[in-house]
Every structure is written in C-alpha cells, then in structure tokens.
C-alpha cells in the first residue's frame, strides 16, 4: 500500500508558476515510477509527466518545455511555468507499485487570464 498527498495547488494568473508537491508513504521502496495527471472540467483525465525510479521523465506534448518533474527520494514534484488557462485542472499525483497504480485525491490549480 502506498499513500500520497498533494500540496502546492491554487490560483495563479496566466503565464506564471507554480510547483506541486507529492509525498508519498507507506511500501515506497516498491515505487517503480511517479508522476502527474490532470482533469480538467469535462475532459478525460490525462497523463501530464512522469519520471522512473530511474530518473527517465516523459511529457505529454502540452506541458514539454513548460513543466519540470523531479523526484526526491519518496516525493515528486512538478515545477509548472508559463501556465496557461489550458492548465486549468485538478492535478493527480500517482505512484506505479507492480501492477498497481495508487492515487493521491487530487489538488486544483486554476489559472486565470
């Protein structure tokens, strides 16, 4: 079992930053990768940025060149820049164990125009 809790959402207005934070607990040792999912309203949930046990990251195409992932022992984090009203969402942080996929319950980032 792992537990994760976000932290770092809110508003902020177009084309500035923010950095999310996740902590993760509880069978960490088992993390294969971390990483980010977003919901914005009336859309599919979609897969932002991860990073490997590894160090290896991956972007969606929305966020290359705007957000950062990092990973800090049993944290991960997502520096977020020039943010658009695009960004708009509820950011999901999520850990893969095994075959496993545990999620943390969410934190909204609003970004206005």
């Known amino acids: 079992q792992v537990q994760l809790v976000e932290s770092g959402g809110g508003l902020v207005q177009a084309g500035g930053s923010l950095r999310l934070s996740c902590a993760a607990s509880g069978n960490i040792f088992s993390i294969n990768v971390m990483g980010w999912y977003r919901q914005a309203p009336g859309k599919q949930r979609e897969l932002v940025a991860y990073i490997t046990s590894g160090g290896s990251t991956n972007y969606a195409d929305s966020v290359k060149g705007r957000f950062t992932i990092s990973r800090e022992n049993a944290k991960v984090y997502l520096q977020m820049n020039s943010l658009n009203v695009e960004d708009t969402a509820v950011y999901y942080c999520?850990?893969?164990?095994?075959?496993?996929?545990?999620w943390g319950t969410g934190i909204l980032v609003t970004v206005s125009s």
């Open positions: 999520y850990a893969f164990v095994g075959a496993m996929n545990y």
